[in-house]
């Protein structure tokens, strides 16, 4: 496509509840990332993917988060048993190497009631 | 591990005048530095980046930055800033070929006042 594309582009739902978020990145990044950016916050890494290999994880902040991606396609960020802490905007960017400039999508909006 | 210092969370400034966002890194043998702007309700748009070579780096909407190695910065500047550059702007850096993690600044709000 012409750039990443997320959705829901807003979200808002009831503590406790789970949440799906879409990423579709550019056709042919092989790299894929999402990110968190809480109100007034830079930017935190949460996962990387990077075609077949292994995710890189290391950016989860608990175990109700986890992702996973479909070849070098779309990718899911799964949010279990939402807490109000969770509230931020979700990133996701593509790229077609590493350390090159990541395209960003415009992000999905959760909101935790 | 990166690390990147943004050392100004606002900086208010009126149109046509110039502008510096300030960004230091941490240092490491080799470095690849981003500047990225993210306007109200988008992503982020990439501005500029240092690669290599040339220490100064030209980037759209007239922005310019420069890698200085000695201090460990890459402050970007604009001659003459417009209202349409009002927005919220992010340095980042990533250690170099091979390296797939950006490390991002908690960013600078650049308010344009008429």
């Known amino acids: 496509g012409a750039g990443v594309s997320q959705s829901p582009s807003n979200k808002v739902t009831e503590k406790g509840k789970d949440v799906e978020l879409r990423c579709d990145p550019i056709?042919?990044?092989?790299?894929l990332y999402w990110y968190r950016q809480r109100l007034g916050q830079g930017l935190e890494f949460l996962i990387y993917?990077?075609?077949?290999?292994?995710?890189?994880k290391s950016g989860l902040p608990s175990d109700r988060f986890s992702a996973e991606r479909t070849g070098e396609s779309v990718s899911t960020l799964t949010i279990q048993r939402t807490q109000q802490e969770d509230s931020a905007v979700y990133l996701c960017?593509?790229?077609?190497?590493?350390?090159?400039?990541?395209?960003f999508g415009p992000g999905t909006r959760l909101l935790v009631l | 591990a990166q690390s990147v210092t943004q050392l100004d969370s606002q900086v208010p400034v009126f149109e046509e005048a110039p502008v510096e966002l300030r960004c230091n890194y941490s240092?490491?043998?080799?470095?690849?530095l981003f500047w990225y702007v993210q306007y109200p309700n988008q992503g982020l748009q990439l501005l500029l980046k240092?690669?290599?070579?040339?220490?100064l780096v030209k980037g759209i909407n007239g922005f310019e930055a420069e890698f200085n190695k000695s201090q460990t910065s890459f402050h970007l500047r604009k001659p003459s800033v417009h209202i349409s550059d009002t927005a919220e702007y992010f340095c980042?850096?990533?250690?170099?070929?091979?390296?797939?993690?950006?490390?991002f600044g908690k960013g600078t709000k650049l308010s344009v006042i008429p």
């Open positions: 240092y690669l290599s070579g040339s220490t």
């Open positions: 240092s490491s043998v080799s470095v690849y």
């Open positions: 056709s042919g990044h092989t790299a």
């Open positions: 993917f990077q075609g077949n290999s292994a995710p890189d």
């Open positions: 960017a593509s790229t077609a190497r590493p350390a090159e400039t990541q395209y």
């Open positions: 980042a850096s990533s250690g170099g070929a091979g390296s797939y993690q950006l490390t």
